[in-house]
């Protein structure tokens, strides 16, 4: 299924002029289908739905091969606002971390948690792409 969902989600729709109910449902696919891939800790499947500003600076390999410690659950788009090509997701999930080794040598777990994450989602040549955003620097490679 979910092959058939993130195949669909991006068709080239370049020469299709989409309405505004059709160009949610298609970004709705996008993010459930970015999402079961993150639940699966696919992170191969996860970079595709990356926008091509990121993708184009950084390796698959690279970004396949990170580890991360924290496991995601039930994902669940809370909302969605488009304003033209650009659309800001809040997606509902519960997420626990096990053993994350800090900086001082102190193993860190973090309970499962129920949270709201904010997402931004880039309409590119028909197809949605979620943005990369660093936390760290607080800033994306696109711009727009």
Request: with cysteine; aromatic share 14%; glycine share 4%.
């Amino acid at each position: 299924m979910f092959l058939a969902i993130s195949g669909c989600a991006t068709v080239n729709r370049q020469s299709v002029e989409m309405t505004g109910a059709e160009k949610e449902v298609l970004l709705k696919q996008r993010v459930m289908a970015m999402w079961i891939a993150q639940v699966a800790g696919d992170r191969e499947m996860m970079y595709d739905f990356y926008d091509p500003f990121y993708r184009a600076r950084a390796s698959k390999k690279v970004f396949a091969g990170k580890s991360i410690p924290i496991r995601y659950y039930n994902p669940e788009i809370a909302s969605v606002d488009i304003k033209g090509n650009v659309a800001d997701v809040s997606v509902k999930m519960e997420y626990e971390i096990k053993d994350i080794m800090a900086p001082s040598g102190k193993l860190l777990s973090q309970a499962m948690t129920k949270t709201v994450t904010k997402e931004k989602w880039l309409f590119i040549d028909g197809t949605w792409y979620r943005e990369y955003y660093d936390p760290f620097t607080e800033s994306s490679i696109a711009d727009y």
